[in-house]
C-alpha cells in the first residue's frame, strides 16, 4: 500500500475537478467528517462519514462533500481498490492506471464491459456498471452480460431508486457509490444485507424477462438434479428467453412476450398492481360463463401477467387476431373440481374483465393446488387449432410430483 499515496497525489488536480477521491490536501475534511452539504438527515450521511474516517474518499476544502456530484468509472474503481485494501503498485499511464490493473487482476473488470481506454474510463458510472463492479466484489459470477444487476439486487447490494424501479442507465453520485461500498464492505465481513423484493425483481426481468423466481418462489421448485444436469447454476436459468417469440410453423403469425410479470395480491404496494387496471371490475373464470366471480378478495393468490403483443397476423382466417400472445399454464391444477364450479378459487384460472380472454393473465392460489401428472409448464402457443397449432416452452419444470 506504500504506493497508493503517490499515486493519490498524482491524482490530486484530477480529483479537485471532477469531485473525486484521494485528495492529501482535503485531509482536514477526512480528520472531522462533517460536511455543510450533508446533514445529519441525509439518506447517505451515515455512509459518508465511515467513508470519509476509513480514508478512501475525502471531502472538499471548503467543507462540502458534493454528495450529488456525479462519479467516473474511474474514480469508482479507485474507491472501491482502495476500500477493499487491494494491493497497488507502479503502472506508466494516467493516474488511474494502477487501480486499473488492479481492477482486472482481481476480476473487478472485465474487457466486455466496456473499453479500457481514457475516454470509456473519464464517463460518468452507470448504475448498471456499478452493479458489475458490486457483485464481482462479493464474489459473484455470471458469464451473462445482463444479470449482473439482479445478483447485485439479490446480494442487497444495490436498492431500487423507486419501487419496482433499478434504473441500470442512471447515473452514479458520489452518495451512491460510497454506500454501495459501505456494502460491499459490510458483506465481505459475512454481514447479511436488507434486500429490496421490488428491485430484485425488476432486475430478474431486465435478465431474463420474468420475475415469478422472485415473486413467488415457493410455487417453481423442483429437484437440484433437474437443473443441475442441464448445466444451470440455479433454478432460474431454467426460464427459456429464447422461447419468448412465437412464429407460426408457415411463418403468417407471431407474437412476441416482452415479460411475464407475477404480481403478490397480498401486498397492496406491489408495484406491478397497475398492470391490471382496476382491480374491482376483474373476474376470475371457473367454467362457468354466467357466474362473475370477482379477483377482489383473493389476496392469498398471485397474478402472472403476460406483457405480450402480437407481432402480425397476415391470415386472420387461420389465426384469432388479438393484441396479446396466447398462452398456457400447467402444474396448478385441483382434484376438487366441485369446489371450482361452485367459485372456490382452488386452481390456476384465466382473468377476464368484460369476456374470458380479454385479459393476459392467470391468477393462481398460493396454497391448495396439485401438481397432478404432468409437468410444471408455461408455454407461449399459436392461437389456431389442428395442425397449424404449436407452441414454444418458456418453462419447464418437473416439480415434486
Known sequence: MKTMTKWASVALSAALTLGSIGSTTQTASAASPK???VTSTHWAAGAIHNAVAKGYVDGYTNGTFKPEASVTRAEFVKMVVVAMK??????AGRWYSPYVDVAVNQGLYAAADFANSEAAWNKTMTRDDMARVAARA????????????YLATKSGLIQGVAAGQVAPKGLTTRAQAVVIIERILSKNTGVTLPVDRYAVGAAEILWHGTNIFTVMPEMFVTPESDWKN????SVEEMWNEKAMTITSKDGLYQAKLDALVAIDMADPNDPNRSLLGDINTLKWYNGNPWMKIPVKGNTNTYVMYFKSK????????KYLNRPFAQFSVRGFTSNDGAAQAAGKLNRASDIYRNAVGDVPAIIVPKSGTVQGMFDMTITLQTPTSGSRFSETDLLVLRGLQ
Open 138 to 149: 462479493v464474489g459473484d459470477k455470471t458469464t451473462e452480460n445482463d444479470k449482473w444487476m
Open 35 to 37: 460536511f455543510s452539504d
Open 86 to 91: 487491494l494491493d497497488v503498485k507502479d503502472a
Open 310 to 317: 402480437q407481432v402480425f397476423n397476415k391470415d386472420e382466417s
Open 230 to 233: 442441464k448445466g444451470k447454476s
